[in-house]
């Protein structure tokens, strides 16, 4: 059996450029090296919790952050953030909603619901790039989370 290296980033996006733009700047910052992309709500759910096409997958191997956007088919990042908020085992997880939306219900919502960081994406490429380094060096590598008992 090989050994996996565990996920350090759930990308959740379905836009493909914001998708393509987000990973990219994860490379530069060189924080890429482990990000597991589902594309919508349902499928990120799937992957926290090992259900789905994600059965059988090891639960106990939770990424270091999950940057999540609110916009999502399926089921959107709203309840994405409340189911893993609410659990105990993926509760502590740092999550960053990584939005276009502006609006301040969806603001004060996220933060109801636990969100660690509220983000909206800039519109140009350079302070789009530079948002995700910063925020990703931050909760990668500055962030000090707690340990959890498995």
Known sequence: MTNVEPVEILLVEDNPEDLE????ALRKA???NHIQVTRDG?????FMFGEGRYAGRDINDL???ILLDLKLPMVDG???LQRIKADPRTAAIPTVVLTSSKEQNDV???YRLGVNSYIVKPVEFEGFAKAVQDLGLYWL?????????K
């Open 21 to 24: 733009l987000t990973i990219r």
């Open 30 to 32: 060189q924080l890429a």
């Open 42 to 46: 349902a499928e990120a759910l799937e």
């Open 63 to 65: 990424p270091k952050l």
């Open 78 to 80: 709203l309840e994405v």
């Open 108 to 110: 004060v919502a996220s």
């Open 141 to 149: 590598l500055l962030n000090q989370p707690p340990k959890i008992e």
